[in-house]
């Protein structure tokens, strides 16, 4: 395989960031410097010198979150809507709003399992995406929770409004998921990617768009929004994977238009089905109106 591959598998890089330590001289064949695109084979002796760790991820901390909605909460679990503009939990580079610095705000004790800056999160929305999200505030439930989603035991809906009309109306993606080979922070349809599963359904056909109910059978990073990019109906909005610019000012939306609609999965203490559902927020209910109306 190619030497900035090689890197990146072997040391759990990024592409781009093996790409770098390649072009800088840090990644040796046989104690010589290659170009990234050079092919490595069996037997070969590669010398790599690792860049400073990262910054570690802050802590979280605690404050209110304009938006965040407690739909259910118990001794094990914590259902939230999600607002627009808010992550999961921080991150390096993330000076914004998170669900848990939301929650510990609201008195919300979670699980401490996991990372220290992600205590409690089984699974995760993007910033831009809202809707439905799950956090264990049980040790007990964050265990059952996460592998209940590892197994792919728990419904997840998504609504998204996509650009052009899908053909067929009902359809599954399957299609493998990675980092994107020359951008950071996104992610591609890639061969070697992780196998990614989407189920969607045509709800209704307007002139520029479809909104589809989606169902994920894995839970990639922007696997929704990689998917429907990669058959060229990216979500509506969605500049960073591709939307019209024109079209998204036009209903005058700053993101993509993705919501995570609904959630079901077995309660991890009483093993009952437990089922939840979002309302779309304002700015996705005034998109959706124009385009009716345009219809």
């Not at 929004?225 to 939307?243: K, N």
């Amino acid at each position: 395989m190619r030497l900035d591959q090689a890197v990146s598998r072997l040391f759990g890089l990024s592409r781009t960031a093996a790409a770098t330590l390649v072009e800088s001289g840090d990644a040796l064949v046989d104690g010589v410097p290659r170009p990234k695109s050079d092919k490595v084979t069996a037997g070969a002796w590669l010398e790599v010198t690792l860049p400073s760790p990262a910054a570690a991820a802050p802590a979280p901390v605690a404050e209110p979150v304009h938006g965040l909605g407690i739909i259910y909460s118990d001794d094990d679990i914590v259902v939230v809507d999600k607002p627009v503009g808010v992550a999961a939990h921080p991150s390096p580079g993330w000076t914004g709003p998170t669900v848990v610095g939301g929650l510990a705000a609201m008195g919300q004790n979670v699980a401490t399992s996991g990372a220290a800056e992600r205590q409690g999160v089984v699974h995760r929305l993007d910033v831009g995406t809202t809707g439905i999200m799950v956090v264990a505030k049980s040790e007990m439930a964050y265990s059952v929770l996460k592998r209940a989603f590892k197994e792919r035991e728990v419904d997840k809906r998504y609504h998204a409004v996509v650009q052009g009309h899908l053909d067929p109306l009902r359809g599954t993606i399957d299609a493998p998921i990675d980092r994107h080979p020359t951008a950071d922070y996104k992610f591609a349809v890639m061969s070697a990617g992780k196998p990614s599963v989407t189920h969607y359904d045509t709800v209704e056909a307007f002139r520029a768009a479809s909104l589809v109910d989606v169902k994920l059978e894995t839970g990639r990073t922007h696997q929704i929004r990689v998917h429907f990019s990669a058959l060229r109906h990216p979500c509506v909005g969605d500049l960073q994977y591709g939307a019209d610019p024109t079209l998204a000012a036009r209903l005058r939306l700053g993101r993509q238009w993705l919501h995570a609609r609904e959630l079901s999965f077995l309660h991890p203490r009483t093993h009952d089905e437990v089922r939840f559902v979002s309302d779309y927020p304002d700015d996705l209910k005034h998109a959706l109106s124009v385009l009716q109306d345009a219809s």
